[in-house]
């Protein structure tokens, strides 16, 4: 497998992993056949033997992601969890992992409900670079970072840790959930991190029709035993899926370009409304890490998401979530429509209210998934939304 032979973006995600077939098609067809013909036994035809080892348009999507990512091999899973599965499937009994503290909740319910089971045990902190010399012990095999964090947005330094966990055992994998930023807006491994994981439900695929997970790496005795597991465990898309996940993904510098800069001028709108009382947003030059979102982000982007604590507590927050217009009240991100929702009663309700608060997920706070509506008419909504609840 080789990287793509370009270093830019936007012809990586058109032309990488997209093939011609027979008949010339532009677009390649989706492979349904779950078997492939063998000239002589074990002497396939082709490249495929069976489909869940491998499919033509999972593969197809497998080396775009790994083009966008810079990254040598990628692999794509039944979903952002299966992928997270995988990973920590891979290690060994009795290892120890330490985790950025307000993860994703079904990587913190992985670590903590499932993989405790296979004797792996966890620590948890919302500072890696602070706490990591700490936590760190013989077993450690395995940090994990998620940047910007959900749902207040805070960002890690990506190569600080890497420097901190390369001097304790440079055996430690590090691993980044790129999901909230894309490979668009920022590459892990070219910050030192072993693996890159995506819920490519989010922005790759982009378009809430598709759940679907993908990782990629450099490493490749890790990619083989990832691959290993992969077919072992059999939690593999479907080829329906991988293909609409390559199309998707091949708008992604649009869509993610797009949803940013609006994101941007409705967080600057939201920093100074008097019904407002914080934001949480990497791409204002207020945010705590913006020096890391300077040299992490391309051209410092935000990125779509934003969440702000809104005046007036719970009940502000409820009026004004139910008083949008064009932001549909859902759980989920990443798609081309916008997306808003009240984490405490919504996807981050099963946390005791003591533990979410200190992570700043308060009763009050509203996430927004800024999609590619017009950027004023969406300024409009929350403007119109925001006049509901103070009036
Ligand atoms: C959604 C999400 C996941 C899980 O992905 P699924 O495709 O829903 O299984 C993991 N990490 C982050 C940051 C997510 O937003």
Redesign the pocket.
Known sequence: MTVFPTDKFATKAIHAGAHTDVHGSVIEPISLSTTFKQHAPAQPVGAYEYSRSQNPNRKNLEDAVAALENAKFGLAFS????T?AVILQSLPQGAHAVSIGDV?G??HRYFTKVAQAHGVETDFTNDLVRDLPKLVKSNTKLVWI?SPT?PTLKVTDIQQVNDIVRKINPEILLVV?N??LSPYLSNPLDFGADVVVH?A??YINGHSDV???VLATNNEELYTKLQFLQNAIGAIPSPFDSWLAHRGLKTLHLRVRQASISAGKIAQFLNDSEFVESVNYPGLKTHPNYDVVQKQHREALGGGMISFRIKGGAEAASKFSSATRLFTLAES?GGIESLLEVPAVMTHGGIPKEQREASGVYDNLVRLSVGIEDADDLLDDIKQAMQKVSN
């Not at 979903?79 to 299966?82: L, T």
């Open positions: 979903s952002g969890s299966a997270t994703y079904g990587t998620e959900n959930d999901t909230f819920s439900t989010k759940v679907l997970g991100l």
